[in-house]
């Protein structure tokens, strides 16, 4: 039982982190339903982040989101890691379940949500990604495990690539296979779902350098890139009558699960996604 000052304690540790705009989201919805808990951003830098979990646990915090760079590295300090987020090598959200520290990585099901809300059909369908990082990792293991059947992972270093193609292939149902990206490159005719998952667009109006005039027809066509609602990949996606998901309802999806493991509550997700348009208007 808390006393009446006594506060519940969540936040998202990284390196950088100044940036991370969850604080937004997640304080706005703790807030609206009168939830006594505050979310802190925190900066851990690398070295640093045993010592941040065992602080975790000695401040007795609720839950905790894990950026870049520790979301590989945090999973040795964990009691419990769930399926995909073994699968992924990655944790970015962290709760208690029995007394038990649990890792989980809602970014590629905050991703999956977002298609499902759309009624987007992923059995037996074809998917590209552009990007073999964190983000695409993510989102190949949710489509693979929603019933995607082949993920062609499309990226410059064909070593990055390899490795998400090899866990597509091995730890998943779906089939993966990797096209060099060089130059102006053309998306293969059979894709349904083209996902950029690189970084493309975060800080400049650029985007992905592919074909977008040779695009499929019914090409369903998303972002990661969680500031903007529309991407310039985005609007070349629009001008050709294409269907298209933005990122930032990806990251609210993803902070609508913490939430929920964090409250046990259902997110108010209304009052998650105004906080975040708002910000992004006035910033
Ligand atoms: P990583 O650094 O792990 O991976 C980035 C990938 O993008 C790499 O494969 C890299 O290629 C590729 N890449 C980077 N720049 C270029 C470029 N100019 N041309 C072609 N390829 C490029 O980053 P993350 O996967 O963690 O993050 C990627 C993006 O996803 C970020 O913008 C992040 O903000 C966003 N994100 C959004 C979330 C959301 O909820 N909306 C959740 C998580 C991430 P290479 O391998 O060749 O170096």
Redo the contacts with the bound molecule.
């Keep these: 039982m808390r006393g009446k000052y006594q506060r519940q304690l969540v936040g998202v540790l990284g390196d950088p982190v100044d940036d991370n705009p969850t604080v937004v989201m997640e304080q706005a919805a703790f807030d609206s339903e009168q939830i006594p808990m505050d979310y802190l951003t925190i900066q851990v830098k690398c070295g640093d982040l045993e010592a941040a979990m065992k602080g975790l646990r000695a401040m007795n915090f609720t839950g905790i989101n894990i950026t870049?760079p520790h979301k590989g590295e945090v999973l040795q300090y964990l009691d419990e890691i769930s399926e995909s987020a073994q699968i992924m090598g990655a944790v970015n959200t962290i709760y208690w379940k029995d007394g038990k520290l649990v890792g989980e990585n809602t970014?590629g099901k905050?991703f999956l949500k977002s298609l499902k809300d759309g009624n987007v059909v992923m059995e037996g369908k074809n998917v590209v990604i552009l990007?073999?990082?964190?983000?695409?990792r993510a989102i190949a293991v949710e489509l693979a495990g929603a019933g995607i059947r082949n993920i062609m992972v499309i990226?410059?270093?064909s070593d990055?690539a390899q490795l998400l193609v090899d866990i597509i292939n091995k730890k998943t149902p779906a089939a993966g296979s990797f096209m060099p990206?060089e130059g102006c490159v053309r998306i293969p005719k059979d894709t349904d779902i083209l996902v950029n998952?690189?970084?493309?667009g975060?800080l400049d109006d650029e985007k992905p350098d592919i074909q977008y005039k040779e695009l499929p027809k019914n090409l369903v066509v998303c972002d990661?890139?969680?500031n903007k609602l529309k991407t310039s990949f985005l609007q070349e996606a629009e001008k050709y009558k294409l269907k298209t998901f933005n990122?930032m309802e990806?990251?609210i999806n993803?902070g609508a699960l913490a939430y929920e493991l964090w409250t046990g509550r259902k997110a108010p997700v209304e009052v998650m996604k105004q906080a975040m348009r708002k910000e992004y208007r006035e910033s």
């Design positions: 870049m970014d905050g990007g073999a990082g964190g983000a695409a990226n410059k270093n990055h990206w998952a690189t970084p493309i975060f990661v890139i969680p990122g990806m990251l993803q």
